[in-house]
């Protein structure tokens, strides 16, 4: 059986709307009432855990859901502190505060460790994996290597004016890096890297957001050609692929996200089917169990020249 991981990030409608180049509004609270509940119930029923991600401004006015989420055999990890973007153009003390402050308000919330991180908007670099190792993170989930990577910022730089003059920033180092789990040095430090899946070859983004833009047929051959993965295959989601525009009456802006205009009943419905889909492969873990099952004893050490890949 392979390693199978599962990870959501739990943005908020009013982070989404930052994103799509709005002032941010309020948060509505709609991700952790309406979403994470129902995201856990779908993994219950099919015996699978996952990671989510969670933004500390916005975790510290759920502490019960936080709660819920680890009594439920889940993983919580950081996705910063404000979800600011882009993220690597902050300063090295804003880093720290985004990286460092996260971790201890979630570590305060979970009431156990934090060992993983992801990038908002997957805008990760050398600088933020040199500040996850000295926070005592264990893993990152940053880098995008797809070519869609790329083609999704130039699309944010496009859909905000603040973003336009930054859009010559874009680095394709990420798009074109490894597609493989591995473990890496960050100032001494082995820190193992969680990509965005990929399909072999195409890299071509496994991906549930994108689901809502493809035919099934063409979202059937990523997920196969995904699964081919020789060691791990997860998957990935955002805790807004399951709130209904209309039934839970959100700020109709965000009808522009992929698969707002579904019906809730269909939306949950595809990811029962998904993450069926990845229990086949095995079982289905939170990131954190797949990086100890592969590198445990190489995140102890402190002296390892290369690069470990699976």
Request: glycine share 6%.
């Amino acid at each position: 059986m392979k390693l199978v991981g599962l990870s959501i990030d739990v943005d908020s409608v009013a982070s989404h709307l930052e994103g799509y180049g709005f002032d941010r509004p309020a948060d509505d609270g709609a991700a952790y009432r309406a979403a994470v509940p129902r995201i856990m119930n779908i993994l219950d029923s099919l015996k699978a855990r996952a990671t989510f991600f969670l933004i500390g401004d916005e975790a510290r006015h759920h502490p019960e859901v936080v709660s819920r989420i680890v009594s439920r055999g889940h993983e919580v990890a950081s996705h910063s502190m404000t979800h600011r973007l882009p993220f690597a153009q902050l300063t090295p003390l804003e880093l720290r505060l985004e990286v460092r402050g996260s971790k201890l308000l979630l570590e305060g919330l979970a009431g156990r460790q934090i060992r993983g991180f992801r990038a908002p908007s997957w805008d990760g670099n050398q600088a933020l994996l040199s500040e996850l190792a000295k926070a005592g993170y264990q893993y990152d989930s940053s880098t995008y290597p797809s070519i869609l990577q790329p083609l999704l910022r130039i699309a944010v730089a496009r859909r905000s004016v603040s973003e336009r003059d930054r859009v010559q920033q874009i680095s394709w180092r990420s798009a074109l890096g490894s597609t493989r789990p591995r473990v890496e040095l960050a100032d001494g430090q082995p820190i193992a890297e969680v990509p965005m899946c990929t399909t072999p070859l195409l890299r071509l983004p496994y991906y549930h957001t994108l689901r809502f833009a493809l035919p099934n047929l063409a979202f059937g051959i990523i997920r196969a050609l995904a699964h081919t993965r020789r060691k791990w295959v997860w998957y990935q989601l955002h805790a807004v692929d399951v709130l209904g525009l209309q039934e839970d009456g959100l700020d109709p802006r965000i009808a522009r996200h992929p698969g707002m205009k579904w019906s809730l009943d269909k939306k949950l419905e595809l990811l029962a089917k998904e993450v069926r889909a990845l229990g086949r492969r095995g079982a289905v873990s939170p990131l954190n169990e797949l990086v100890d099952a592969s590198f445990g004893a190489r995140l102890q050490a402190t002296d390892q020249p290369s690069v470990e890949r699976v």
